[in-house]
């Protein structure tokens, strides 16, 4: 091979590899491009995430102080009751639980005698979060209708009550609530109760009393909210009872080595081995 020809097809292979060479850096330039584009894209898209994110955690926020303004003061039920406490823990800021308390003059049956009474409830809205509080508003409102219905004496007829104006509020949607209510008679200590699928405990002498409430519950079924009845439990309390209102969240709150559903035997275990402290 002459030198000529060495030179011709070296100067043919240097110049192949220069231009795989430019179209590899060219092929780079662009993808790094794209790379960059991408990336600062992304850095846009998280920025509208984060301030969307902000946006929606600052409604949630103010909904919950909405919410807490509208759930009685521990100064205000301690005008009824020294020795009582709230466990009130909602699980996604706000709630579709809440609680109730009223002080009101009732007129006893078959007289025309009025006494203190104070009216409680714990009630538990369908769903959770933001559809749940929503509920729980609805339900607090009218609740505070029931105390200003001067036709309304007993907690059974203060659920009727409240489920025929579920239902009318809510029209053709199949949402509702379950409710525990009762009222004290500040004087002579009868308690009255009504419940929606959740019952009411009285712990007397280490053991556990369950009235039970009626299966079934506040404005679910809108066919029914005229004829829904519910029943009026009467109970005699004593000096040194322990009443308590109560949703399911506590007994079916997921935990444990096994993360299983706290449930309801453990709950009376709790309630017993406790209530005899502060």
């Given at each position: 091979?002459?030198?000529?020809?060495?030179?011709?097809?070296?100067?043919?292979?240097?110049?192949?590899?220069?231009?795989?060479?430019?179209?590899?850096?060219?092929?780079?330039?662009?993808?790094?491009?794209?790379?960059?584009?991408?990336?600062?894209?992304?850095?846009?898209?998280?920025?509208?995430?984060?301030?969307?994110?902000?946006?929606?955690?600052?409604?949630?926020?103010?909904?919950?102080?909405?919410?807490?303004?509208?759930?009685?003061?521990?100064?205000?039920?301690?005008?009824?009751?020294?020795?009582?406490?709230?466990?009130?823990?909602?699980?996604?800021?706000?709630?579709?639980?809440?609680?109730?308390?009223?002080?009101?003059?009732?007129?006893?049956?078959?007289?025309?005698?009025?006494?203190?009474?104070?009216?409680?409830?714990?009630?538990?809205?369908?769903?959770?979060?933001?559809?749940?509080?929503?509920?729980?508003?609805?339900?607090?409102?009218?609740?505070?209708?029931?105390?200003?219905?001067?036709?309304?004496?007993?907690?059974?007829?203060?659920?009727s009550f409240l489920n025929r104006q579920i239902s009318n509020t809510l029209n053709t949607i199949k949402d509702g609530m379950d409710i525990s209510l009762c009222s004290?008679?500040?004087?002579?200590?009868?308690?009255?109760?009504?419940?929606?699928?959740?019952?009411?405990?009285?712990?007397?002498?280490?053991?556990?009393?369950?009235?039970?409430?009626?299966?079934?519950?506040?404005?679910?079924?809108?066919?029914?909210?005229?004829?829904?009845?519910?029943?009026?439990?009467?109970?005699?309390?004593?000096?040194?009872?322990?009443?308590?209102?109560?949703?399911?969240?506590?007994?079916?709150?997921?935990?444990?080595?096994?993360?299983?559903?706290?449930?309801?035997?453990?709950?009376?275990?709790?309630?017993?081995?406790?209530?005899?402290?502060?």
């Amino acid at each position: 091979m002459h030198f000529g020809d060495i030179l011709t097809n070296g100067g043919l292979l240097t110049g192949s590899v220069a231009i795989f060479i430019i179209l590899l850096i060219h092929s780079r330039t662009k993808l790094t491009k794209r790379e960059i584009i991408a990336r600062l894209e992304l850095i846009e898209s998280n920025k509208e995430l984060a301030i969307k994110n902000r946006d929606i955690f600052d409604s949630i926020n103010y909904a919950e102080r909405i919410q807490n303004a509208l759930l009685p003061s521990h100064e205000k039920i301690a005008q009824s009751f020294n020795d009582f406490f709230i466990f009130y823990k909602p699980k996604d800021i706000i709630s579709g639980d809440f609680y109730w308390y009223a002080k009101v003059e009732a007129t006893l049956h078959g007289t025309h005698q009025k006494e203190e009474v104070a009216v409680l409830a714990a009630v538990d809205c369908t769903g959770h979060g933001v559809p749940g509080a929503l509920m729980s508003i609805i339900g607090s409102t009218i609740l505070n209708q029931t105390i200003a219905n001067a036709a309304m004496n007993t907690p059974s007829e203060a659920l009727s009550f409240l489920n025929r104006q579920i239902s009318n509020t809510l029209n053709t949607i199949k949402d509702g609530m379950d409710i525990s209510l009762c009222s004290i008679n500040l004087k002579s200590l009868q308690l009255q109760f009504a419940g929606a699928n959740n019952p009411i405990y009285i712990i007397r002498n280490k053991k556990l009393i369950e009235i039970k409430a009626d299966k079934q519950s506040i404005g679910a079924d809108v066919e029914d909210a005229e004829i829904k009845i519910f029943a009026n439990h009467i109970f005699q309390l004593e000096k040194g009872d322990c009443v308590y209102l109560f949703t399911d969240g506590y007994a079916d709150q997921f935990g444990g080595n096994l993360g299983k559903k706290f449930k309801y035997k453990q709950f009376h275990e709790l309630l017993i081995e406790n209530y005899e402290k502060p």
